[in-house]
Each structure stands twice: as C-alpha cells, then as structure tokens.
C-alpha cells in the first residue's frame, strides 16, 4: 500500500508533465518518478519493519529508523507530484527541506546507539564534526547562489552527508570491537551501519554531479539501492531475531506448560498419595476435588461427588450433641483466613456412620489474592486417640511399676527415670538424669554394662539378663534386666529401653527351693517305695534310685514312657487304660500290678499317684509311689486262711460266745449261745451295755471284769442274769430258766493277730459252760473290724 500511496501519483504527475510540459519538465518529473519509486520501496521495507518488529526487544535505534523512514516516505512522496511554478516553489522547497531532515534524522541515531555501547567516544566526535565542518563550509559556500536561486536542497544534503559519515563511524568502532573480541553481534551491526553510511555520503554528495543529469540521478538510485539492501539485510535479521525469539517464546511456553502440567500432576500425585483426605470446592461452595482418602471416609466417588454441595459431601455434626457444625467453607469465604475445625467434631459419611476427624479448613487465592475455593484436610482420629489412650494407659503403667524402667542413650546417660526406678536404686529422677547409668552399676560389673551397651548398639535386644546392681547406699541385689534397642522413624537407633526387676526374694526362694529339693530328693532316695516324678501330660521326669535298683535300668532309658518296659505285658494294657483315663480326669491313680526286678521276676507292688497342683488348681505334676506289697499279700492270705479257720470252730461251738466292744455294748453272739440262752430274737439285745443284764448287785463285778478285758486281761465273775430278760419270743409269761441258772462268764480282749490296723478279735476258745440244756439259734456271729473284747 506504502508503494501504490508513493507511485501512483509520481506516474500521474509524469504523465501530466509529458502532455502539457517541455522536455526539461519531463527530465524533472522523470527523475523524481525515479528517486519516488526508490523512496516509496524504502518505506515499504520501513512498514515491513514497523509491523514485524512489535516487540519488547527490539532495539530502540531501529524503531527511530522506520518511523523516520516512513515520514520520508511521505514527504518525498508529496514533493515528488508537487506541480512547478511559482505559486506552488515554496511549498516544493518546504517539503524538500522537511523530508531532508527527517531523512537525517534516519542516520544521527546510529552513533548514539555506538556511545550507548561504551565505545572510543574520540573517534566518532571527530569524525562527525569533520563531516559536519566540510558540510557547513560548503553549504556556506553555495548558500548565496542556492538562496538566490531558491534552491534548499544543499542544506538537506549536507545533513545527508553528516549522517552518512556518522555512521561510517559506527562501523569502524564495531569492527574494531570485533577485532578486541569476535561477537557475532557487533560484527552485524557494523555491516548495516557501514551500509547506511555510504547511502547516507551518496545522497549527501550526489548534487557535485548535478551538471550531468545522469550520473547525478545514477549517483541518487546507487543510494537508494544502498539503502534498499542496508534495510534488506536489517529486515531479514530483524525476521530472523523475531523468529528465533518466537521459536525461543514458544520452546519457553511449551517449556512452561510442561513445568506447570508437572506440577499440577506432582500436586495430584501427592494429593493422591498423602494420608490425609483433601477436598477443594469453588467460591460457589461446589466440590471440585476429591483425593482417595477422602472418598474412603466420606462415601462418595469423585466422580459422583464433582459439583455437588459441599455441605452434602462433607457433613459435620458435634459428637457429643449431635447437632449439625458451623459451616466452614463459608467461614473461610467470608474470612479469607484458615479455620481450624472445632473439638469433638464427626464427619457423616454417606452411609450414615459417624466419624470422629480433625484439621482445617483454607482458602485457596489466586495470583491478585482473591479467594477462588476452598481446600479442606481433614483425617479421621479414631486411631489417634487410641493410640493417645494406649499412650496414657503405658505411661501409667510405666509410673506405676514396680520394675525399674529406665532409658539411655547409646552412650549409657539416662534420659528417663520412673518411680519405680526411684524406689529401686533409691536415687530420685533429678539425681539420676543426666548422669551416666554407671551410677548403680558395682566396680566390678562395669566392663559388663559397656559390652551390653555394645550389642544394644549393633542393634542387638537382650532378654532376662541376670545380674547385680547396687542401690545409692551401696547395697548391692540381684536384678533380671531386659533391654532393648530405640529406633527412630528412619531406623536409627537413638537409645536404649531397660527394665530392671529386683529378684533378691526369688533368688532366696529359688535358694531355698533348691534346698528343699535336695532334701526331697534325700528323703525320696531313702523311702522303701519307688518313687517318681512326671509331667501334667504323664511323661515321667524323675525317678528315686530305689527305683534303678530295683528294675536295674538307666534314667536315660526310663525317662518319658519308658517304665512300660518294666511292666507284664498281659498287666500292662489295663495299667495304660486306668494311669490314661487319670491323666484325662485329673483324679488320683491307685492300682496293683507287678513290676520286673533287676533279676527278672515279678512282684505285686501297689502303686498310687496324686496329682501336685498350683494355686489355680492346675496340675503341675504327678508324683507316685510303688510300694511293694508282695510279703502283705502273702500275710493277708494267711490271715483270711486263719480267719477262716476261726470262724469254722465259733460256728461249730455249743457255748455262749459273745463280742462286745470296749463299751460292752453286745455285738453278736454265737448260735450256740442263742439257743444256750433262749434268745428268739437277737436283735432286741445288739448294741445294748451287756452289763445292764445283770443284777444290780452283781453289775460291779460285771464291770471289774470288763475293765480287766479292757486293759488287756481277762476277767471272771460268775452269777445268774436278772429275772426274764432272756426268754423265748412269743412264749407264754413264764419264769425263764436261764434266769435261775448261774453262769461263769470270762471276758477277754481280742487275739492281737487279729488287729487290722487296730486291735480287733475274733471269738475265743474262752467258753462259759452252763449246766443246763443248751439251745439252738440260727443268727450267725458279727465280726465288726473294731476293738473287741470276747465274753
């Protein structure tokens, strides 16, 4: 558009200037058509630079030069269709001396542009003021004839030619920069004002050819042309800049986006990630966002949460009434500071439950800091306050312990100290902390606590240690100590956890258990049984060595299950069943059964298990004994044969034999008796004082004979009974004969070999003989297993 504006009417004035003027006119208009085109072409490069150099980093020299471009543009262009003559000289030469300094003006700011640059000042100055001293002197010189002529053109000339050497000036300092040091910069710049430079000399020295009309007007079109690949070369570099500058732009903003879609994908990583629930929402209380966390306890998918309510997805209420909570997110809207969320707060979930959180509540601001959401982190502190409770419930127990619970560093300094330690050590916490854990151990230990501190150090827990402390009195006890290594969140250990138990009374138990044992064991080695010791479950630990010796077995073969061997083989089924079955039951084991010698015979040994329980009633062990019972059970069979015998010759007797206890009181008496005594029914007289029977006056010397039995003697009397108390049952009432008869009685006490355990008797060969007719009864004898006495 810039060139059709300059010529078009430059063609439209040549064509006028052909038809209506002479040839001179037409050389004129010819000329300035020319020097039009070439002026219209540079301010079309000037536009092309004007709209493609809109930018922050565009030099402010080259700005200068398209506006100034452009206005020459313009005012050439004006000049150039300006008709001749008279009426319109002024305004030629108006326009003339206009567009020759506007056209100056194009080339003073590149040696300005070379100051800026901290350049040798010397060399310009003196190159502008030659220029500019020759270019007044030889205006002044065609002053007078140009102002007589009405010719201006030498002062815009001269202008041209200050400008041109200005700039000569400029290259020849940039080239010399880029001699010092090579900078692709400067050695571009120094090309383009060297360019505009000679452009600038040709306009200003192209009017000493104006006698010759072509080389004049050559002279011009070589400027122009000049000029044409100056702003040429300055366009493509300029293009070249904007284009690497927007290549640079662009790689920043690509650059940029990436950086900020990396971090908002870190942001929603870390969103995602964290242990804590985050939901955003907008200005309009509408969630935007919610992390997994917060899905889990509120209920609700991001999916199906994304533009709801708030206050529908995250619902508030006060644990302890129940009653709906402030509304946060409007709070923080209204203002615009962090919320912290109230004491004993529950989240509604979206199935209803209610759980217990805390955290807060900000506002989200944008770059101008108006608020543009609000982000809210909450998490859920059920296990937070167990684990605070867990944390109270140790730390009570911790001061409530008897133990002794003490921590250090690796170094041995004690940090902790607990009341159990206090009473224990007897030094207070104050005294303690701080000070070295060497202050309760004895002289002689101290090597033994720093090779403890060495395997705490490696990492290393030790359990039930024993050894010995000394309290601050000096006193020295013995303790059971555990240690333990303190780690820290990245696995460091920082410390060390001890607990220390005073054990002095279980060492003196543990003394006197172990004297206790080896007096058991002394008094189980020297009892006639065999004597053994098993576990809850039957498996037998111990034996006496009566037990050895008989069965001539090593405890190495007997231990566990391995007495089955000593046993019968057809025995031993059933002694299995019955010693299983107590086991089960729990009750005591008492049973008979042989067992083999050492010398390869079996013998009867009654063998009888009670169980040894704890406190509780639990069964701790079993403890047996085998006795053996060979020679009793052979005194037994003696004694039943000899019992046998007794009975046989009572049974067989036709005198009143009677049993009586140490009271008197009847027990039983013989056949022979009964029948003897016409006694029908004998149990009208059991259990009744056999004294009693007698008369009255004889009942003393009754007693005297009992208490004769008793003392282990024997005792006679001799009388008659008193009157009818012995008769037949169901008889007429008639003077029994018994009753006038006397009778020689003899009490004695039972045989000794009877006792079992304790003095018992069977009948006696002792026998009152009356001396009357004896009659029959047919009640047997009674053999109570007590003391006795025999009448």
């Known amino acids: 558009m810039a060139l059709l504006a300059g010529v078009l009417p430059a063609l439209v004035a040549l064509a006028a200037h052909l038809v209506f003027g002479d040839a001179k006119h037409v050389q004129e208009s010819l000329h300035e058509a020319l020097e039009l085109t070439g002026t219209c072409i540079a301010l079309a490069v000037a536009m092309l630079l004007l709209f493609r150099t809109q930018?922050?980093?565009?030099?402010?020299?080259?700005?200068?030069?398209?506006?100034?471009?452009?206005?020459?543009?313009?005012?050439?262009?004006?000049?150039?269709?300006?008709?001749?003559?008279?009426?319109?000289?002024?305004?030629?030469?108006l326009t003339t001396l206009i567009g020759g300094l506007v056209f100056a003006m194009v080339w003073l700011p590149l040696p300005a542009v070379a100051l800026r640059r901290k350049g040798p000042f010397i060399s310009l100055v003196a190159a502008a003021a030659l220029a500019l001293g020759l270019s007044i002197w030889r205006w002044a010189e065609w002053l007078p004839a140009a102002w007589a002529n009405g010719d201006y053109t030498f002062a815009v000339l001269a202008a041209n030619a200050v400008g041109g050497l200005g700039c000569l000036a400029a290259?020849?300092?940039f080239l010399w920069r880029c001699l010092r040091q090579p900078q692709t910069e400067d050695l571009v710049f120094a090309g383009q004002t060297m360019l505009f430079g000679v452009a600038g000399l040709m306009f200003g020295f192209s009017h000493v050819w104006a006698a010759d009309w072509w080389a004049w007007h050559g002279f011009r079109l070589l400027a122009y042309a000049t000029v044409l690949v100056a702003a040429y070369d300055v366009v493509v570099r300029l293009y070249q800049r904007i284009a690497r500058h927007a290549q640079e732009l662009e790689g920043r903003v690509a650059a940029r986006t990436a950086e900020l879609q990396e971090q908002r994908e870190r942001l929603r990583v870390t969103l995602t990630s964290i242990g804590d629930a985050v939901i955003t929402c907008d200005t309009?209380?509408?969630?935007?966002?919610?992390?997994?966390?917060?899905?889990?306890?509120?209920?609700?998918?991001?999916?199906?949460?994304?533009?709801?309510?708030?206050?529908?997805?995250?619902?508030?209420?006060?644990?302890?009434?129940?009653?709906?909570?402030?509304?946060?997110?409007?709070?923080?809207?209204?203002?615009?500071?962090?919320?912290?969320?109230?004491?004993?707060?529950?989240l509604v979930t979206r199935d209803g439950r209610e759980v217990p959180i805390e955290d807060s509540a900000a506002p989200i601001l944008d770059d101008a800091g108006n608020v543009s959401g609000v982000v809210i982190v909450f998490h859920e502190v059920a296990a937070k306050r167990r684990a605070q409770e867990a944390l109270r419930r140790l730390a009570a127990i911790v001061e409530s312990s008897d133990d002794a619970i003490i921590s250090k560093t690796p170094d041995g300094v004690i940090t902790t100290w607990n009341p159990g330690a206090e009473k224990m050590f007897g030094f207070t916490a104050a005294e303690a902390i701080g000070q070295s854990v060497q202050i309760v151990i004895p002289a002689e230990r101290a090597q033994e606590e720093a090779e403890l501190l060495a395997r705490i150090r490696r990492g290393e827990p030790i359990l039930l240690y024993e050894s010995r402390r000394q309290r601050k009195n000096g006193q020295q006890f013995d303790v059971s100590v555990t240690l333990s290594p303190i780690l820290n969140s990245e696995g460091k250990i920082i410390g060390a956890s001890k607990i220390a138990r005073d054990i002095s009374e279980r060492k003196r138990a543990e003394e006197s258990l172990r004297e206790s044992e080896a007096r058991f064991r002394t008094m189980a080695?020297?009892?006639?049984?065999?004597?053994w010791i098993a576990r809850p479950d039957g498996y037998i630990v111990w034996y006496n060595q009566r037990w050895h010796a008989y069965t001539g077995t090593t405890p190495e073969q007997m231990e566990g299950w391995g007495w089955q061997s000593v046993h019968h083989?057809?025995?031993?089924?059933?002694?299995?069943?019955?010693?299983?079955?107590?086991?089960?039951?729990?009750?005591?084991?008492?049973?008979?059964?042989?067992?083999?010698?050492?010398?390869?015979?079996?013998?009867?040994?009654?063998?009888?298990?009670?169980?040894?329980?704890?406190?509780?009633?639990?069964?701790?062990?079993?403890?047996?004994?085998?006795?053996?019972?060979?020679?009793?059970?052979?005194?037994?069979?003696?004694?039943?044969?000899?019992?046998?015998?007794?009975?046989?010759?009572?049974?067989?007797?036709?005198?009143?034999?009677?049993?009586?206890?140490?009271?008197?009181?009847?027990?039983?008496?013989?056949?022979?008796?009964?029948?003897?005594?016409e006694i029908g029914d004998i149990n009208r007289y059991l259990n009744r004082c056999w004294i009693e029977f007698w008369k009255p006056e004889d009942q003393p010397r009754v007693r005297a004979a009992v208490e004769a039995a008793r003392a282990g003697g024997v005792g006679w009397f001799a009388s008659c009974p008193s009157h009818g108390i012995f008769r037949r049952r169901n008889?007429?009432?008639?003077?029994?004969?018994?009753?006038?008869?006397?009778?020689?009685?003899?009490?004695?006490?039972?045989?000794?070999?009877?006792?079992?355990?304790?003095?018992?008797?069977?009948?006696?060969?002792?026998?009152?003989?009356?001396?009357?007719?004896?009659?029959?009864?047919?009640?047997?004898?009674?053999?109570?297993?007590?003391?006795?006495?025999?009448?």
């Not at 040994?605 to 062990?621: D, S, Y």
Request: proline fraction near 8%.
């Open 55 to 93: 930018h922050e980093t565009t030099p402010p020299h080259l700005l200068w030069m398209v506006a100034a471009l452009v206005g020459m543009g313009i005012l050439d262009g004006v000049h150039a269709v300006m008709p001749f003559g008279a009426a319109f000289a002024w305004t030629r030469h």
């Open 284 to 346: 309009q209380g509408r969630v935007t966002f919610l992390n997994p966390v917060a899905e889990s306890l509120t209920g609700w998918p991001l999916a199906e949460a994304q533009d709801q309510p708030i206050a529908r997805v995250f619902r508030l209420v006060n644990e302890q009434t129940c009653q709906p909570a402030e509304d946060m997110v409007e709070r923080v809207l209204k203002d615009k500071r962090i919320i912290a969320l109230a004491n004993h707060t529950a």
């Open 731 to 791: 008889r007429p009432r008639r003077k029994s004969r018994s009753s006038t008869r006397n009778w020689k009685i003899a009490f004695a006490s039972a045989p000794p070999s009877l006792r079992k355990p304790t003095p018992i008797c069977g009948p006696n060969a002792l026998s009152p003989r009356p001396s009357t007719r004896r009659r029959r009864n047919s009640s047997p004898p009674m053999f109570p297993k007590t003391s006795l006495m025999v009448c």
């Open 525 to 531: 080695n020297s009892i006639p049984q065999l004597a």
């Open 171 to 173: 290259s020849v300092f």
């Open 569 to 677: 083989p057809e025995v031993l089924p059933k002694v299995m069943e019955a010693w299983t079955g107590a086991i089960r039951a729990g009750h005591s084991f008492d049973m008979e059964f042989p067992l083999r010698g050492a010398d390869g015979r079996f013998r009867i040994f009654l063998t009888r298990v009670e169980p040894l329980k704890n406190a509780a009633g639990q069964i701790v062990n079993w403890f047996g004994t085998n006795t053996d019972v060979q020679a009793l059970k052979q005194i037994e069979e003696q004694l039943r044969q000899s019992e046998e015998f007794n009975r046989r010759i009572i049974e067989s007797s036709s005198d009143c034999i009677k049993v009586l206890d140490l009271d008197a009181n009847l027990l039983s008496m013989s056949e022979g008796g009964q029948r003897l005594l």
